[in-house]
DNA sequence: AAAAATAAGTCAACATGACTGACATAAATG
DNA sequence: CATTTATGTCAGTCATGTTGACTTATTTTT
């Protein structure tokens, strides 16, 4: 198993390539690349079906799409504020509060106040929480594993920098961060439980 | 510029990987991998970023991400039925006569009665359909061309790979039909215009 | 200490795109 | 002629996104 910060400084890596890419000269018109245009319907269907097992036990807590990705979150990084789910899922307040009201109403998210800061309302999943947020991962992390293992564990590298840069380069430093933040978490955790 | 069929003859090839690996003995829980969970979020930022720009784009249409949807299908493949495109994208005859309609109403997409079979509506993009299309493509392809540089070209085909092993089992030789097809209609092309 | 900024929550109103279930029409097929 | 199929449509519902304005509690700045 790789180290995490291993794979992030191998993101910054990518950075290099392209440069040195762009240097070769004129692109190629995108729009003459066939392979592109078939990637990016792949990427439609890969997130397509990616999204259909969870939602299908969402469907049982009379929760929806969005309920999933705020639990998600939330589990893999817990005492996240409302501002960083809100700079993460790139929806309006409104959209956030009614589902997140819904997930702390039924007991699945559990809100404290910010110790330096006591407007700030920290997030934490509950013992419920966890637990169905690990049972909506586990199809999608079985799904994941599979296209892995069919990919040959050589290309995870190029894989995690492929669809790392597919993020928009403003957005990329925070999702960097995001991935580091929720594995000090994990190391933490052990001594919360 | 890589063969389509050589192209998709590799995504087989995956499959055969898979069997090997699951001769090695039971697989470790895939729950314990943190590099699972990382793909499945990068997943999930990339393809949040991906429709953004043809989000705006469409917003002056007064279109939203379902018209994009069916008018990038029907462009890419001419000529095709209402019954192939609920396939694709796994919706309701109602969701999809919707925006149908409005796609037919609104002069981006014909529709002509089947020959053999004039039951059928066989869909095509007209001129500003096929305009609009690639307008909408075009910032996905930057997107996804200055992806795969910085990946290194040479991952290519693990990445595709990949993206196809994440489609459903059951609906793999379809969206593989898909690509195939489209190629042809692409080489038809030249004849029709 | 007063004023301004910030974090969060809430109100009302609205749009989009999903869904269900039933039904209509035309054409093909047995 | 009866049935099946491909498509279109009606009516109603729900989930999730939007905007803009406003409140409350708290922190920061002046």
């Known amino acids: 198993m790789t180290d995490i910060n291993e794979r992030i400084r191998d993101l910054d890596t ?12 004129p692109r190629a018109n995108v729009s003459t690349d066939p392979a592109l245009l078939d990637l990016a319907e792949l990427l439609f269907f890969a997130y397509r079906d990616f999204t259909r097992e969870p939602d299908k036990i969402l469907d049982e807590f009379g929760f929806g799409r969005a309920h999933h990705r705020v639990l998600h979150f939330v589990n893999r990084r817990p005492g996240m504020r409302v501002a960083d789910l809100l700079e993460i899922l790139k929806i309006t307040k409104q959209s956030l509060g009614r589902v997140l009201k819904q997930l702390v109403d039924d007991g699945f998210i559990a809100q404290e106040a910010g110790k330096s800061d006591r407007r700030e309302r920290l997030l934490h999943p509950t013992a419920h929480g966890r637990e169905l947020a690990n049972r909506l991962a586990e199809p999608q992390l079985e799904r994941v594993a599979h296209a892995l ?35 000090r978490q994990h190391e933490k955790r052990e001594e919360r439980e």
Request: no cysteine.
């Open 149 to 183: 293992n069919a990919s040959g564990r050589k290309a995870q590298s190029s894989i995690e920098m492929f669809l790392y840069q597919m993020i928009s380069e403003a957005d990329r430093s925070q999702v960097e961060r995001l991935l580091m933040s929720k594995d």
């Open 14 to 25: 990518g950075v290099d390539r392209v440069k040195k890419a762009a240097q070769k000269g």
